[in-house]
């Protein structure tokens, strides 16, 4: 069958609109339960109010889906085709020479799809909100309402000048401005050869992050063989911008799909491992294919000629125990790759694989069987 036959837009029709209203389900579930823990939070508080628990309960709503996305395509695509079972169009469909894999075609196709919308468009949205999240959190907790701390525990952060020069930037604190300025106190900036070996130091009590641009004040400089050279001011040019620091403290999640690469790559330039970030970035591409194998799964419990033999709500019951299977199996897989204990390029794409052949073999021996 066609994908843009009748069938096969009716089909994906289907499950577009289940997908959609377990989405919306879903998403209303989710708010509630961080509404709840948001006014739980702010009990107390005079100086926060219910604002603060619509901004919550929003911007943390994107980073639960992104976690449950396979179970809720996996929990649509079974409700479509238990709705076309139960309606007796699924025998119709095979009585007028269809197969099975011809009624399987438009779904995977729909929920491939639907990844790669995931990935593309909507990832970049969700992680502007997973930032914007991690900011609300950190303005409640210092009562602060502009405020854009990163960390506490300051600055450590390498940059790669050339092959034989590597600059090293530490801070001992920093705190962005609104005119996209980085301020920082106790700041050290060290020059260092390919052996590690100190060419220069240069320390300043203050100083700022401006369009690639350091301007330092109160500033000693140390250099081998020279005298130390005090400073009212001084001026550093650099390739480091404000949102390589913010990625720096930010988690990968925090960071579009379409940034993720130019983030891996200079890290990986600095000499620091962008392990999570490669993970994250293997994993969105990933994600497509663990949809169509978690429909796979789906039509395995719920893809029967006819609902009247029985059996199909233990058939559902191990269907959605099944998805958590997966779902809890795949995260600890990725938590060993997280870890290096397997590689990375395993941990994100053997869930998937692994998925998808159980499902291909199982629906294979139903229907051939």
Not at 1 to 18: A, E, H, P, V, W
Not at 226 to 246: A, F, S, V
Not at 303 to 320: D, Y
Request: hydrophobic share 50%; glycine share 6%.
């Amino acid at each position: 069958m066609k994908y843009n036959s009748i069938l096969g837009r009716y089909i994906s029709k289907q499950i577009i609109i289940t997908f959609l209203m377990v989405l919306v389900t879903i998403m209303g579930i989710i708010m509630m339960f961080d509404s709840i823990e948001a006014l739980r939070r702010i009990s107390g508080r005079d100086d926060t109010g219910m604002s603060y628990v619509v901004k919550y309960a929003l911007t943390k709503l994107p980073e639960t889906l992104d976690k449950v996305l396979p179970f809720l395509v996996m929990v649509a695509a079974m409700m479509t085709f238990w709705r076309l079972s139960k309606n007796n169009e699924y025998v119709i469909i095979r009585a007028s020479g269809v197969s099975a894999w011809g009624v399987l075609k438009p779904v995977l196709l729909t929920v491939f799809l639907l990844g790669i919308i995931n990935m593309t468009l909507i990832n970049p949205i969700s992680s502007k909100m997973y930032e914007m999240h991690a900011t609300l959190k950190y303005r409640f907790i210092t009562r602060d309402p502009s405020a854009m701390l990163f960390s506490s525990k300051g600055l450590w952060i390498r940059e790669a000048l050339d092959k034989d020069k590597v600059l090293v930037v530490q801070a001992k604190s920093l705190r962005q401005e609104k005119d996209e300025t980085l301020s920082m106190q106790d700041i050290s900036i060290i020059e260092m050869d390919q052996n590690a070996q100190i060419i220069k130091r240069i320390e300043g009590l203050v100083g700022s992050l401006k369009n690639k641009h350091f301007k330092l004040r109160g500033v000693q400089i140390f250099e081998s063989g020279k005298i130390t050279e005090n400073l009212p001011t001084y001026e550093y040019d650099t390739t480091i911008t404000l949102q390589r620091i913010k990625e720096n403290f930010v988690d990968p999640d925090a960071i579009s799909f379409w940034d993720l690469p130019d983030t891996i790559r200079f890290y990986e330039t600095a000499g620091f491992s962008a392990s999570r970030h490669q993970m994250r970035y293997l994993s969105l591409w990933a994600m497509p294919f663990l949809l169509m194998a978690m429909a796979l799964i789906a039509s395995l419990f719920s893809l029967t000629p006819s609902v009247r033999q029985g059996g199909v709500m233990m058939m559902i019951v191990i269907g959605v125990t099944t998805g958590f299977i997966v779902y809890f199996s795949s995260q600890l897989i990725y938590a060993f790759g997280l870890n290096g204990y397997i590689p990375i390029w395993l941990a994100t794409w053997s869930p998937t694989v692994i998925v998808a052949l159980l499902g291909l073999t199982c629906l294979i021996v139903k229907e051939e069987g």
